[in-house]
């Protein structure tokens, strides 16, 4: 809530301006957004799978707990 008193020259006339509500330019957001799941059988949380990301090469990889490759 915002007020605002804006004085006369006579202190009997003053204006008090209340619940004042300013619009902010909304800025869009951009997403590209993906579900993590798994790179090989496609399955992901809400399968009830753990889904863990892999660094190979230089590639960021999804697995799950059954398909996570060995170091």
């Known amino acids: 809530m915002s007020q605002i008193m ?3 020259f006579d202190k009997q006339k003053s204006l008090l301006f ?3 509500y300013f619009a902010a330019k909304k800025t869009p957001v951009r997403t590209t957004v993906n579900e993590a799941v798994c ?3 496609q399955k992901g949380l ?3 799978m753990s889904v863990t ?3 190979i090469g230089m ?5 799950c707990q059954y ?3 060995e170091e």
């Open 46 to 48: 809400e399968d009830g």
């Open 6 to 8: 804006i004085p006369e």
């Open 67 to 69: 398909h996570i490759p």
């Open 18 to 20: 209340q619940d004042l």
């Open 59 to 63: 590639k960021l990889r999804f697995f």
């Open 53 to 55: 990301a892999k660094r």
């Open 39 to 41: 790179g090989i059988c």
